[in-house]
């Protein structure tokens, strides 16, 4: 019950929102017994129910509160349950006599009841003139649909009057009547708020908009395998109280409205119930800045002022909810992910993904890639210079990765393993999508031996490091810059290293020996003496690192860290004062 009791929590600290539309809002905080959907006509009325106007509903239009019972909020199929006021043309006109009589019959009851409006004779009044859709006809709108939705403008009433949905007082009138006919139900104890009220007996649909009308909490199936031998009815499962189900679920819908991300079918929220300001856990805490932090000592300074930027507006016992929504039909919305957790400790979680997930890029400095862009490198297909990943991948892969940043799991070796996978065929890409997918690469290869072997690579060239597949990564790069010397301006022809390197990793000392050679009979000779002595010196520093591993090792397969040692031995060669990159400021 942790979600719904964060999300009613979440209503409740937000009261002064409920029922107000705003032009910048996607959809309103709606209020209790009423829900929000999308009109296509609106009529206009006078005080005594004449007919004045009506006009089509732009698409762009916000979406409106409607007075709504619980079951008419859950109508489907064939199923005749008018909405109180605001409703489609099947039920306000004469195209279908059974919904036509059940409308009038409620609305009836409502506007004579102890709980009345001052709208609701005129409306009440016109609907029974059943002139609609021959005032439709002569307003200029030809063949409505049986299921465009109608709202409705009094005129006269003054401050009583208007439109239908931005009338608090309207609001409040259907709250108190329905309430007062819902006080004769059943009362349960609500597993929400813990106390005694009437229960709800059906629970609202379309809390995710991108969902249909998949519910949260459902139960209309009462034979066959429904409760698995468990329980014998619904209640026996859940018991929750009305109100409490009314303001959970408005709640959880206007979040996923105004913050939810969806990627690949899948909605993600992340939110404080007190309506704080948080960050997206998908995303990196600080964004890329137009002076880059080449230096460490400057990437954790500017990640430091982040942080305190949403620390200083939470107190100790503050929560952060991170929920994540998806529906396998049309009619079963699942969490496929819940945490709550304190929001410092968040906070903190975030800045250890942020200071050990990252790499350094000459061009953009110190930065610690997205979650998406980690899942595109690693799963996604290149589509015309752009790598995109199959939305039921990327969905099920940011879950994955959202719940370690989150909860301080470590990478996932697969993730590693895939990313190094597309970085070792580097002619399967352009430039550009190359040195994407190796900065990803060289962040996420970092994080994991940080996370599982404690062991930390810098950002910066580490001629000593003891580690044979960095030092062949270095060597790589030697050869591949060697031979690109002797090209002339604008030849994008690739080198041998580069057109070998898949089978570099597999066979390392072996393809080093056959590019070295073939470097030296053909492209030495074009190359200055300067770099010939050049290349030769650098050559031997590495070799001489890797005889110091066992013989046996000089031939096996590389680990994915070759890629680091590629990466920073490429950008000292191309760097002018390369002296500057060797060493890694603290």
């Known amino acids: 019950m942790g979600l719904l009791q964060k ?55 916000p979406k409106i509160i409607i007075p709504a019972t619980e079951k008419s909020a859950g109508r489907a199929g064939t199923t005749i349950a008018p909405h109180p006021l605001c409703d489609q043309l099947g039920y306000i006109s004469v195209i279908n006599k059974d919904k036509l009589d059940a409308y009038v019959e409620q609305l009836t009851d409502w506007a004579e009841s102890a709980y009345s409006h001052p709208m609701l004779a005129p409306i009440l009044s016109y609907v029974k003139g059943k002139t609609l859709l021959d005032d439709l006809a002569r307003a200029g709108i030809d063949k409505p649909g049986e299921k465009d939705m109608v709202r409705w403008i009094v005129v006269g009433l003054d401050a009583n ?63 066959n395998f429904t409760y698995r031998g468990r329980f014998k009815s619904d209640d026996q499962a859940v018991t929750i109280g009305y109100e409490a189900s009314q303001k959970a679920h408005n709640a959880l819908k206007w979040l996923a409205a105004s913050q939810g991300v969806i990627i690949g079918g899948r909605t993600f929220l992340c939110w404080n119930p007190k309506g704080k300001r948080l960050p997206r856990p998908i995303n990196p805490l600080r964004p890329r800045s137009e002076t880059p932090a080449l230096k460490l000592a400057q990437y ?5 002022q982040v942080l305190w930027g949403y620390k200083k507006d939470f ?37 250890k993904w942020d200071t050990t997930c990252i790499w350094k890029h000459n061009r953009f400095g110190i930065e610690s890639p997205s979650l998406d862009r980690i899942i595109n490198c690693a799963f996604g297909t290149d589509r015309g210079g752009r790598i995109e990943t199959d939305e039921r991948v990327m ?133 200055t003496p300067g770099l010939r002595i050049f290349y030769d010196r650098l050559i031997g520093e590495v070799y001489e690192k890797i005889s110091a591993h066992p013989q046996t090792e000089w031939n096996a397969s590389l680990r994915e860290t070759y890629i680091m040692g590629y990466y920073l031995q490429k950008n000292a060669l191309y760097t002018k004062n390369s002296v500057d990159n060797e060493t890694e400021e603290e």
């Open 7 to 61: 999300a009613y929590e979440t209503y409740e600290n937000h009261r002064s929102y409920v029922g107000v539309s705003t032009q910048e809002a996607q959809e309103p905080l709606a209020p209790v017994a009423h829900i929000i959907t999308a009109a296509q006509i609106e009529i206009t009325i006078n005080q005594d129910g004449q007919f004045i106007s009506a006009a089509a509903v732009g698409k762009n239009e």
């Open 161 to 223: 009057g208007g439109a239908c949905w931005n009338n608090q007082s309207l609001f409040d009138s259907f709250i108190n009547y329905y309430t007062a006919k819902k006080s004769a139900d059943e009362q349960v104890l609500c597993m929400i708020t813990g106390s005694t009220t009437p229960a709800a007996k059906q629970h609202l649909k379309g809390i995710i908009s991108i969902n249909g009308n998949a519910k949260l909490i459902s139960a209309n199936d009462t034979v």
């Open 300 to 304: 954790r300074k500017e990640l430091a």
């Open 315 to 351: 107190d100790r016992a503050d929560c952060a909810v991170i929920a994540s929504f998806d529906a396998a039909t049309t009619g079963r919305l699942a969490v496929t992910y819940y945490n709550e957790i304190l929001v410092q400790d968040f906070l903190d979680q975030l800045e």
């Open 395 to 527: 969905k099920q892969q940011l879950q994955r990765l959202l719940a370690c940043r989150v909860d301080g799991a470590g990478m996932p070796y697969d993730i590693v393993q895939a990313i190094a996978q597309k970085t070792t065929h580097p002619l399967a890409y352009d430039a550009t999508t190359r040195d994407y997918l190796q900065f990803t690469a060289c962040a996420v290869i970092r994080k994991y031996y940080m996370d599982w072997k404690q062991e930390e690579y810098l950002m910066a060239l580490e001629k000593d490091k003891n580690d044979i597949s960095y030092q062949y990564g270095r060597l790589l790069a030697i050869l591949e810059k060697a031979e690109r010397d002797t090209y002339d301006n604008g030849e994008a022809r690739e080198p041998n290293a580069i057109r070998m390197q898949s089978v570099f990793c597999t066979r390392p000392a072996q393809t080093a020996k056959n590019v070295i050679e073939q470097l030296k009979k053909s492209y030495y000779p074009k190359l």
